[in-house]
């Protein structure tokens, strides 16, 4: 028998993690998941944010060459779907409320069953007009929609095991409470922390550090240095309790692998859709300031039965690698083609890596490509064009981009060649650090300072190649390459 279980915490800084070096957060039960398998040293996200990650964890195909924020297509291999046609049980229990929103929905439903639990950031769940908002910080100056929506929310949260993730892990411990026997299953565990807001209760609230005046545990998008020195110290000790309180709670998860020797046959993998700026690169969220490695070069821990444990390992990966290594290990047949590439022979030891290359981007931005070196951010030329989405339901999209009166039908969509979509013109203006294209050695530079690209021009030109090459393997559309001057 063979089981699945996948953990995905949104959000997470790798650089938050002791198990990537972290000298002051406590999060001892990810390092014991780590001890159990294998740690990866270069996984990244492929496409951000959230749902376009969730896209590429889900279908297998990488989703930012084509399109922005949006639901399942009706043309899209889902995981929970192959799983169901092989008769293996499939549960997601998840807090993240955006696969239940107008632009992400579809997702969920592919699942046999699917646990939502409510009240993270501005999902809506409490409306009550009842409740007084009287907050003397910073939040409804900041966020004067959502942090009223969210302190609604907040009125349900009595105590620790009331707050979202908690609740989340409580409830896929009760649930293989009562299923652990009854494999083969797919279970997914998918919390929105430590996404913010960064409330915390006791005693994660004051874990890292005292209260300080005009604090805010829910920061705007875009310069770090908007805030006070020790505001933006203390946005930090937040965002590292939401972590703990994560990690304490996977404990318990841990627990009843433990409890029910599922360890013996399920393959358990835990990671992240993107990380989080909390000060590098003068950023704060999840702004649109280019492909760096805070934000794209992410956790990732496998244990597989049999493997090895308390190992690390350095072969490039991407998160669409994810969705090919459960197919592996499940024994699930595609239709269609996928972008992924199953990480089971570097766990069993037959292979060093799977992959020379990973890309990683946001829709209609710049784009990076690593070979686990060198690091190439590939800017569009000026003017950003041509610039084109694809899809079924781009009405759909968040953000409510419209259609242009010469959207155009046809099949254009290369991993799903017998569905018609539609071609949909777009612009899309950058800001000033997406305008220039840059090189980084991250193996001596991790945080991206020294760019290398007027002293590394061979370097440049073999990962512009590079780039080319990936594009071509995963047959994008042809406009990238006039878009990105790869031409």
């Known amino acids: 028998m063979a089981n699945v279980i996948f953990i995905l915490s949104d959000s997470l800084n790798r650089h938050f993690l002791p198990i ?4 002051w ?12 398998g294998v740690t990866f040293e270069q996984h990244y996200t492929a496409s951000a944010p959230c749902m376009p990650a969730r896209r590429d964890l889900w279908t297998g195909c990488i989703e930012f060459p084509w399109r922005p924020w949006g639901p399942a297509e009706p043309y899209d291999e889902l995981l929970p779907h192959l799983c169901r046609n092989a008769g293996i049980a499939t549960q997601m229990i998840t807090d993240h409320y955006h696969y239940w929103e107008v632009g992400g929905t579809g997702y969920h439903s592919e699942f046999d069953g699917c646990e939502m639990i409510r009240g993270h950031e501005h999902d809506y769940w409490v ?3 009842c409740l007084i908002l009287d907050e003397p910080r910073r939040l409804l100056k900041e966020r004067p929609g959502h942090g009223k929506a969210y302190l609604k929310n907040q009125s349900r949260f009595v105590t620790e095991a009331d707050f979202p993730s908690p609740k989340t892990i409580a409830t896929a ?7 652990h026997a009854h494999g083969p299953f797919l279970l997914v565990v998918e919390c929105f922390d430590p996404h913010e807001p960064f409330h915390v209760p006791p005693p994660y609230d004051t874990m890292y550090g005292p209260p300080v005046e005009n604090e805010t545990y829910w920061p705007r998008y875009g310069k770090a240095d908007a805030y006070e020195p020790e505001v933006l110290r203390r946005i930090r000790q937040l965002y590292a309790g939401k972590i703990t309180m994560l990690d304490t709670w996977l404990g318990r998860l841990l627990d009843r692998l433990d409890k029910y020797s599922l360890w013996d ?6 990671t992240t859709d993107h990380g989080h700026y909390l000060g590098e690169h003068n950023a704060l969220g999840k702004p649109h300031i280019g492909v760096w490695q805070t934000l794209f070069h992410i956790p990732l821990i496998i244990h597989m039965p049999g493997g090895p444990e308390g190992k690390r390992s350095h072969a490039l990966s991407s998160a669409v690698d994810l969705n090919a290594t459960m197919c592996d290990f499940l024994g699930l047949k595609r239709q269609r083609p996928s972008h992924g590439r199953s990480l089971l022979p570097v766990l069993r030891g037959e292979r060093d890596a799977v ?30 064009q041509p610039l084109f989405m694809y899809g079924v339901q781009l009405q759909r999209l968040r953000g409510h981009i419209p259609l242009k009166d010469d959207v155009t039908p046809g099949r254009f969509i290369s991993y799903a060649p017998d569905s018609i979509v539609l071609k949909n013109p777009a612009r899309l203006d950058l800001g000033e650090e ?8 991250i193996t001596s530079d991790e945080a991206e300072i020294r760019d290398l690209i ?14 080319r090459a990936a594009f071509e393997e995963i047959s994008i559309p042809e406009e990238q390459y006039v878009r990105l001057g790869l031409k």
């Not at 957060?25 to 159990?36: C, D, F, G, Q, T």
């Not at 690091?375 to 950003?384: E, F, S």
């Not at 007027?454 to 780039?467: I, Q, S």
């Open 173 to 179: 411990c009760e649930w293989l409470d009562r299923n």
């Open 127 to 129: 409306s009550d007009p």
């Open 355 to 384: 992959r020379d290359w990973a890309v990683m981007g946001y829709w209609g931005q710049s784009v990076g490509i690593t070979d686990g070196k060198w690091k190439l951010h590939q800017a569009p030329v000026p003017g950003n």
């Open 25 to 36: 957060v406590r999060a001892p039960n990810i390092s014991r998941l780590a001890a159990r």
């Open 454 to 467: 007027e002293d590394k021009l061979g370097e440049t030109e073999r990962m512009r190649r590079m780039l």
């Open 434 to 441: 997406q305008r220039r294209s840059m090189l980084f050695d």
């Open 20 to 23: 990537y070096g972290n000298d």
């Open 265 to 270: 046959d399920t393959l358990v993998i835990f």
